[in-house]
């Protein structure tokens, strides 16, 4: 716990055989106090190696995708009663080390949504293809002019949120593939909660996932879209599903499918 508040681990696997035990080995469990995996029909051994780590585990019979697969992870952690909770990629590609700098930023009540940058480091050292750095750098300007914002990026896999937000979002409504994470955060800028960002250093290399150019394109022309939606609904001129009061929220009452449990 850090400041009396319950900090909970959350994440989204798909073939994560090869990186889970690294990248677990370095979270700092003296404040962290559950870590939560959902696997996304992996065809490797994802499952039985997160079971061997004792970390409470869930498998879905069907794969979700990106996006649904963080909806099982958020719903998950509701139903833990955790107060503070971080989405970590179980490829390595994050440094886990940033988890208590971020819970503090979160546990102290300076902000209600941490996002762990790799604009605010030198991605290109870490191995960011040009390309896609790039495109994170025109998605990211078009994106601040059209929700009012100076994030350095959107898009990374690497942020952490407060109970209250995962609660008052309509997280059931946002797609199940990639934008999910970029819906999610204009969600959190619609509602009027507070972003902070930490620099973030990231590694790129085989075993760390990553979409390939054909689906980056897609990804980045549904940024655009989520942008002008916002700015459409934050105007009033027009509100689209997920920018509508009574969309759907996450059920902290639905069944899971644990394959796995801890006592925490």
Do not use: W
Request: aromatic share 12%; proline share 3%; net charge negative.
């Amino acid at each position: 716990m850090l400041n009396e508040k319950k900090i909970v681990v959350v994440m989204p696997a798909y073939n994560a055989e090869k990186t889970l035990e690294k990248t677990y080995s370095e979270i700092y469990r003296d404040i962290v106090d559950e870590i939560i995996l959902t696997d996304d029909k992996s065809i490797d051994n994802t499952k039985d190696v997160a079971k061997d780590l004792n970390i409470t585990t869930i498998v879905h019979k069907e794969n979700r995708g990106y996006g649904g697969n963080q909806k099982s992870c958020y719903t998950a952690a509701l139903k833990s009663n955790a107060d503070i909770v971080i989405m970590l990629h179980p490829d390595y590609q994050y440094t886990p080390k940033l988890i208590p700098a971020i819970a503090s930023m979160l546990a102290f009540e300076e902000y209600d949504a941490v996002i762990a940058s790799r604009m605010l480091s030198n991605a290109l050292e870490g191995g960011m293809p040009l390309y896609k750095y790039i495109s994170n750098k025109f998605l990211t300007g078009f994106e601040n002019l059209f929700l009012g914002q100076h994030l350095s990026e959107y898009h990374t896999g690497f942020r952490g949120f407060k109970r209250s937000v995962l609660e008052n979002l309509p997280l059931e409504d946002c797609d199940d593939d990639f934008i999910f994470d970029n819906e999610m955060l204009a969600l959190v800028c619609y509602y009027g909660y507070k972003i902070g960002e930490i620099s973030c250093p990231t590694k790129y290399f085989p075993e760390a996932s990553s979409i390939n150019f054909g689906r980056s394109c897609k990804y980045g022309l549904g940024c655009l879209g989520v942008s002008i939606k916002y700015f459409l609904a934050y105007t009033g001129l027009y509100k689209s599903k997920i920018f509508k009061r009574d969309a759907k929220k996450l059920d902290i009452y639905a069944d899971l499918p644990y394959y796995h449990r801890t006592n925490n």
